[in-house]
């Protein structure tokens, strides 16, 4: 079972017809919230592994289909799976939208499909009048038939070409931003669409572009492309910091530090540290004239820290009043003291329990601890009777094979 949000928290109903990442991080922060999250999936095919994809992909946690880069963002939610393809599934999912008159539905599909799988918005908002509908694709309605995944959108949208050595190859982000950030633009449209419905009583239509929300990052590059730019500005340029100089990684006797130097105050603090004074000029008094010697600054920065312990650079910097950051790894992050009581938690099936990532932002009526990712199609004949479905009109879903219950899978 699932529990209630905090007391005096509406719990939502959401149906999400997902997979991969890119919406199920969107609705995973929607179950943080106590939301109730319906996950949508489809049924068998003799071409793929049944159900997300993403169930099959990293190492075993639980059964063949909850596998490790499945988890995480599915914790807290129910599976249903139906087969939207036949018209048998189609009726089904309107009758649970009729009578179990979810808030909020969610889709990343081709918007091509839209129609024919009975999930557009016109055919949802007929059943739900103020239902919230929100879809992500590569690039909206307008381009229905081109997919999306993360790597591609990444190279299409020009993060590839930003990320890098100044003379390396183009490459990818350590994580899924687009993924994430698309995901993270479902969350703050049904936001808004709930404080509008609020105020309305009406219902709304969000499509998020994959494209579209990549490049509305790019404030800080594809504006200067209209002020006769130098290429430098919007290509690769590593770990330094395009404008603020001199903002770089930098090694120790040890491994790395980071260094962010955000104004002239803070480089004058910088050269009145000893060791560091032989950085000083009058023409590096202001950024302007850093950002011209910005690769000597580099390389004789580099080579001051070079002879120090990162941990003695780290007490310097913050006797100086220096912005910087030890280069962590992952598993070094898990164990920071502002983040490793704020992580989230789940309970595997075997009992063990499972430390994943924070919530994004504190919220004392959130969950922090959420039941663990469910089997493929585990709640869907519980989801049917719910809605009023009896056992012989399930078992006549069943036997078209409209819907697939747990029992059924063959996983």
């Known amino acids: 079972m699932h529990p209630p949000p905090a007391a005096g928290r509406p ?11 890119s919406l199920p991080y969107a609705t995973l ?5 106590g939301w109730r999250v319906i996950k949508i999936e489809a049924t068998p095919t003799d071409a793929n592994l ?55 539905f969610c889709c990343n599909t081709l918007p091509a499909r839209y129609k024919s799988l009975g999930i557009d918005y016109p055919t949802l908002s007929a059943i739900r009048a103020d239902l919230i509908w929100a879809g992500i694709s590569a690039m909206g309605p307008d381009y229905p038939g081109v997919p999306g995944y993360d790597p591609a959108i990444q190279a299409m949208s020009g993060f590839m070409e930003l990320t890098g050595q100044e003379t390396g190859p183009p490459t990818l982000s350590g994580i899924p931003v687009i993924d994430l950030k698309a995901g993270d633009e479902v969350y703050a449209g049904v936001m808004q669409a709930l404080v509008e419905r609020h105020e309305t009583g009406r219902g709304k239509c969000i499509h998020v572009s994959m494209l579209q929300a990549a490049a509305s990052w790019l404030i800080t590059t594809m504006p200067l492309l209209d ?21 770089n990684a930098y090694p120790t006797r040890d491994g790395y530090i980071y260094i962010a130097i955000g104004n002239d105050l803070q480089w004058q603090r910088l050269i009145a540290i000893p060791g560091f004074e032989s950085l000083a000029s009058a023409a590096r008094r202001t950024n302007e004239g850093r950002l011209e010697e910005r690769h000597e600054l580099y390389a004789r920065i580099g080579a001051i820290t070079a002879g120090f312990a990162t941990a003695e650079l780290e007490r310097i910097f913050s006797a100086a ?5 030890v280069i962590n790894t992952v598993a070094q992050v898990a164990e920071l003291p502002a983040i490793k009581q704020r992580r989230t938690t789940t309970v595997l099936p075997d009992g063990r329990r499972v430390r994943m990532q924070p919530i994004a932002v504190d919220d004392p009526g ?28 399930c078992g006549d879903l069943l036997r078209q094979g409209a819907i697939l219950g747990c029992e059924d899978c063959a996983v």
């Open 50 to 104: 049944p159900g997300d994809p993403n169930r099959h992909i990293g190492a075993r946690i639980a059964e063949p289909d909850r596998r490790g880069y499945f988890m995480a963002p599915n914790v807290g939610k129910e599976s249903i799976v139906m087969d939207l393809k036949q018209p048998a599934g189609r009726e089904a999912l309107h009758e649970l939208t009729r009578q179990l008159r979810p808030d909020v």
């Open 11 to 21: 719990r939502k109903l959401v149906f999400s017809l997902e997979q991969a990442l």
């Open 29 to 33: 922060r929607f179950a943080q919230l």
């Open 321 to 325: 009043t220096i912005a910087h950051a």
């Open 366 to 393: 959130g969950r922090v601890e959420l039941p663990f990712a469910p089997r493929y199609g585990e709640h869907t004949l519980r989801v049917l009777h719910e809605a009023g479905f009896t056992e012989a009109a």
């Open 227 to 247: 002020l006769d730019c130098d290429l430098s500005e919007v290509s690769r340029c590593g770990n330094a910091h395009r404008k603020f100089i001199p903002t």
